[in-house]
């Protein structure tokens, strides 16, 4: 029997109960863990309960064309992750039936929420019952048109929607004849919708991966007809469509509001523009009345109803240019977004969120270059006070976060935007992110997991979720995390991720894999290559670690991101400092200032100088780090502590060095960058750590740098994280205790078995375990 799901989307079977909509699986209330396809295999079993499903459907639903994976053996992982989790058997199946070499079948009753269930009519197929009832309510529309003479028909009895219900918005039909409404009416739509705390639109990336699962390409119309088919793969509730036609002088726009479950209509509205200039005037009031109508409480509609041409533009051109940059950008085509949200501040100088766009896109990978996207963030802020407070909080939060760097506002706005708009994934992105750079990683894991919820089929929702796993040292959990994205296609940007993974395993193999899938791709070959040099000077070739970093500067630079190529050579340079490379220190480090600025290159600059001893050229660089974020938490609470504390140690002030450091300590365990490169993580512990050997005090030495070892998941393969084995000796032998102290200096000279023998640490290394024997 198949089962017909409703708006609610709960199932239930034996002791389980399956909510479609939020993706879960519960068996007497409590929720079990279940990855995304034996979920979706699940879901259509479920669907079609009693029917054969064949692997030919299963894959053409659930495994996209286009996606690469061993389809056999992914399905039938997923059927016995899905039995495992059901506790049913292949043997003596209570749930789901094997047909060999055809296909599943579900076998158990399965009844809807209210305990009832529901199947097709007599002689109509599953697959064609929607047809059936779109010719059904088409028969009754064209009746009501009829009778009417041409009114709009009103809703029958369908019940209002609720806070959890979500809504897919369509395209709209336009009959005009003018090309600026393609397009434009949709985008001015949603950010009508979107000011509302109580409506959920269906994001435009899970409707492209629908549409994927559909055998769609991403970009088709969404006509009434491919819309409700993805709502009911979404489990959603209705659709939301809309038509502009020029009647005479006069512009009629209707919105439309279709139960995807029954076809029925649940909502319309309809309004007149005088004119052209007029038309986003009369879409914004029939986006309001809609809301209304959808079961929005009037104190929302008045407290989150910003003018749509206030909240985006009065001019058309404007908005049809943002809307246009959307495409590219939510693809992560950064540079094809820039010219279309830069046309739109050209025809609107007013633009709030146009000026967002670009710098949002100025951030990308491929255009990080700071200066830009930073002008345009202030532009957005200085002109917020007119927007939306959805789109207010979105600015800030981008502003705060990229441009002042001050995490904390940027943390406290999330806070309010995720409890204003909980349905909203933008504020959870950026918390997992702000969270993540203060060392808040368990905030950030609850951050990002909500928004994998929210956004099950965005890549940066994945990435977000494997990077802090991998920070909290949980590998097993990144690296199923890592598969499931590949699986569904959502890891384009996870190589150097996938890099971390395979480091903190000891996994060469792996590595390799992923600097071989970055090569030749402009903004991914040079963090790849990057990486490379990291974990060659991690193991002591640091003649292979200087080509590497001259490769990755180079490709950087040909991708136009000198900033970038200026920010690995400081590392390099750093890199030589601590290894005791003075005079190559200094050479890199003039090399980096050649290429640019910027506050990650700067301040790796100031600390190499530093550990070289140049202490007015260090100290130099500082205050004007200092001076140019003045409110950046990472310089004032991460950076300028670490580097003054390093030069206080340099001057034999070890006591100086841990008071300024007390500063760093809420955030030390950070992530001082805002990009995928893993540096400048833990350098307050390290030289915390310094300064206690400095001042002989050989127990809280060796906890600073045993904290550097149990945070492996941060470290990585920064240089400090192998000098932490040393370190760690040089503690020990200070407290008199030579068997660990031994067996540390084995640690480290074992990670340098083959290294460069002319590095300076290692010769001094090699001459104090000499000492111990």
């Not at 104190?299 to 909240?311: M, V």
């Not at 997992?432 to 609850?446: C, D, F, I, P, T």
């Not at 045993?706 to 932490?724: F, M, S, Y």
Request: hydrophobic content about 40%; charged content about 25%.
């Amino acid at each position: 029997m198949t089962v017909e799901v409703q708006s609610r989307g709960i199932l239930r079977f034996g002791v389980f109960e399956v909510d479609l909509r939020s993706g879960e699986l519960r068996k007497q209330g409590v929720r079990i863990k279940l990855q995304d396809q034996p979920f979706q295999v699940l879901r259509l079993l479920l669907q079609r309960s009693g029917e054969l499903v064949t692997r030919d459907e299963l894959r053409s639903q659930i495994w996209p064309a286009d996606t690469f994976v061993d389809f056999d053996n992914s399905l039938n992982a997923a059927i016995n992750k899905l039995r495992e989790a059901l506790g049913d058997s292949a043997d003596s199946p209570r749930f789901i039936e094997t047909l060999p070499r055809r296909g599943y079948r579900f076998i158990a009753p399965v009844s809807r929420a209210d305990g009832t269930a529901r199947g097709t009519p007599a002689g109509v197929s599953a697959a064609a019952w929607p047809r059936s009832r779109k010719i059904v309510v088409t028969a009754a529309v064209a009746l009501a048109a009829g009778i009417t003479g041409g009114l709009l028909w009103h809703a029958r009895q369908a019940r209002r929607l609720t806070e959890k219900d979500t809504i897919v918005l369509g395209d709209f039909a336009n009959s005009t004849g003018d090309a600026v409404f393609d397009g434009t009416l949709r985008e001015g739509l949603a950010v009508e919708l979107e000011q509302s705390p109580f409506l959920g639109l269906v994001s435009d990336d899970q409707i492209h991966q629908t549409l994927r699962m559909m055998g769609q390409k991403s970009n088709v119309r969404l006509t009434p007809e491919v819309a409700r088919e993805v709502c009911q793969r979404t489990s959603s509730t209705a659709t939301l469509d809309g038509s502009i036609a020029l009647i005479g002088t006069r512009y009629n726009l209707i919105l439309k509001a279709v139960n995807c479950a029954s076809g029925d209509l649940q909502a319309s509205t309809e309004a007149q523009a005088t004119d052209k200039s007029h038309v986003l005037d009369a879409l914004g009031k029939a986006a309001s009345e809609m809301r209304s109508k959808l079961g929005e409480s009037l104190s929302s509609l008045q407290k989150y109803n910003t003018p749509l041409e206030q909240a985006t533009t009065p001019s058309l051109e404007a908005l049809q240019a943002y809307s246009l940059g959307f495409k590219p950008l939510w693809a992560n085509d950064y540079a094809a977004a820039l010219p279309f949200f830069q046309r739109a501040t050209e025809l609107d100088p007013n633009f709030a969120m146009a000026y967002w766009a670009k710098s949002v896109a100025y951030s990308g990978p491929g255009e990080g270059e700071t200066v830009a996207q930073a002008e345009n963030s202030r532009k957005a802020f200085a002109l917020r006070t007119a927007v939306s407070e959805r789109e207010k909080l979105h600015i800030e939060v981008n502003y705060y976060l990229t441009t002042t760097g001050n995490l904390l506002k940027a943390r406290s706005s999330c806070e309010i935007g995720a409890q204003m708009f909980p349905r909203d994934w933008f504020f959870f992105d950026a918390l997992r992110v702000a969270s993540n750079a203060l060392g808040k990683h368990e905030e950030a894991l609850k951050a990002g997991l909500e928004l994998h919820r929210l956004a099950p089929y965005d890549s940066p929702s994945y990435r977000g979720e494997v990077y802090t796993y991998l920070l909290l040292n949980r590998v097993e959990e990144a690296a199923a995390a890592a598969e499931e994205a590949h699986t569904k296609g959502l890891d384009s940007n996870l190589s150097a991720i996938l890099y971390g993974i395979a480091f903190y395993r000891g996994d060469t193999t792996g590595m390799a894999r992923q600097m071989a899938r970055a090569e030749g791709v402009p903004g991914h070959e040079d963090l790849l290559l990057a990486l490379g040099a990291d974990t060659a000077a991690y193991f002591g070739h640091l003649g292979k670690s200087r080509e590497f970093t001259r490769r990755a500067a180079d490709s950087a630079e040909r991708a136009g991101q000198k900033e970038t190529a200026g920010g690995y050579y400081a590392v390099a340079a750093l890199r030589e400092a601590l290894f005791g490379n003075a005079a190559r220190a200094r050479q890199q480090a003039t090399v980096a200032k050649g290429r640019s600025t910027g506050r990650e290159m700067d301040y790796g600059v100031a600390l190499a100088l530093a550990y070289t001893g140049d202490e007015r050229r260090a100290q130099a660089l500082g205050d004007d780090l200092g001076k140019r974020f003045p409110e950046d938490t990472v310089v004032q609470f991460n950076c300028l502590p670490t580097l003054h504390a390093k030069l206080a140690v340099n001057r034999l002030n070890p006591q100086q060095a841990l008071d300024v450091l007390g500063a760093a300590a809420p955030y030390e365990l950070g992530m001082p960058s805002n990009s995928l490169y893993n540096w400048p993580n833990l350098y307050p512990v390290y030289v915390r750590g310094e300064a206690y050997l400095v001042a002989r005090k050989g127990s809280e030495a060796a906890a600073e740098f045993q904290k550097i070892l149990d945070h492996r998941g941060v470290v990585l393969n920064e240089p400090i994280g192998a000098l932490a084995h040393l370190g760690l000796a040089r503690a020990y032998v200070l407290q008199g205790d030579k068997p660990k102290a031994r067996a540390k200096y084995q640690d480290f000279l074992a990670l340098w078995n083959d290294a460069d023998p002319d590095i300076p640490i290692l010769k001094q290394a090699k001459a104090e375990y000499a000492k111990l024997q």
